[in-house]
């Protein structure tokens, strides 16, 4: 009898539910540090940190900081290897369990770690340099400069 209900209770639970969970945590790092993180366009501090993140679906990550190019990765959702013990163990009520509770993934990468590139202009950002100096009225003029037509 002892053993019937143990075998019971071992169907009705899921493995990868009770070896990963519903969550991952994904470390968030950058260099430089303090950027600031949105996960799927929502705020969610700077770096560095740790987030617990539902593992049944994927999210984009964006890291940005001022004066720095922003930084985009993907976290994508996969099969936890745990849920192969449904197979020993749970059978078709753990999968159920895994499927309902969201153990039966897990999310890559679980850390994030970007080195951030310093910004830069590129060919569409328009550049004015002016130049100031005191004329010497006894200098003799050899040329003249024409601003460039656009």
Do not use: H
Not at 23 to 28: A, C, E, G, Y
Not at 79 to 93: E, Q, Y
Request: overall charge negative; aromatic content about 4%.
């Amino acid at each position: 009898m002892r053993y019937l209900v143990l075998l019971l209770s071992l169907s009705l639970v899921g493995c990868a539910t009770i070896v990963t969970g519903s969550s991952t945590d994904i470390s968030l790092q950058s260099d430089p540090s303090e950027a600031q993180i949105e996960i799927n366009g929502q705020d969610r501090g700077e770096t560095p940190t740790t987030l617990s993140l539902d593992s049944d679906r994927s999210y984009t990550v964006e890291l940005s900081l001022e004066g720095y190019e922003d930084e985009s990765i993907q976290l994508r959702k996969s099969t936890s290897g745990w849920v192969a013990g449904n197979l020993l163990f749970g059978g078709i009520p753990g999968l159920v369990i895994d499927a309902a509770t969201g153990g039966l993934y897990v999310l890559s990468p679980k850390n994030v770690s970007a080195d951030l590139d310093e910004e830069t202009a590129d060919a569409s950002d328009e550049l004015t340099i002016r130049v100031a100096m005191n004329v010497d009225t006894s200098w003799k003029k050899v040329g003249q400069l024409d601003p460039l037509e656009k």
